[in-house]
């Protein structure tokens, strides 16, 4: 079983900065993506970042490019989000999710495994 458990959301004001982090469990399939994925209410899921597992290939909605930066360390099984300037419409929930079989990885639907969800507000 592949787990997923995300932490670091919370309320900041517009041009503010939040760092969030996923740890990965350990399960019976080596991932081949790990990204985050956001939804605000009401609307669908968004891709919004992702880095490959091998080679460290990063992806980027263009609407986070430059403001957003996506890291890993693969000993600790943890993907992070450095979330720079953010925008109120950055606000929604949060969630790590990875691929175990090479796929879209800019499509929400190619991946396989999602944590809970983090919040993250951000205010004007």
């Known amino acids: 079983q592949v787990q997923l458990v995300e932490s670091g959301g919370g309320l900041v004001q517009a041009g503010g900065s939040l760092s969030l982090s996923c740890v990965v469990s350990?399960?019976?399939?080596?991932?081949?993506?790990m990204g985050w994925i956001r939804q605000a209410p009401g609307k669908e899921r968004e891709f919004v970042s992702a880095i490959t597992r091998i080679g460290g290939s990063t992806y980027y909605a263009d609407s986070v490019k430059g403001r957003f930066t996506i890291s890993r360390d693969n000993a600790k099984n943890t993907v992070y989000l450095q979330m720079n300037s953010l925008k109120p419409e950055d606000t929604a929930v949060y969630y790590c999710?990875?691929?175990?079989?090479?796929?879209?990885?800019?499509?929400?639907?190619?991946?396989?495994?999602w944590g809970q969800g983090t919040q993250v507000t951000v205010s004007s």
């Open positions: 999710a990875t691929a175990i079989r090479p796929g879209v990885v800019r499509d929400p639907s190619g991946y396989d495994y």
């Open positions: 350990r399960g019976i399939f080596s991932t081949y993506v």
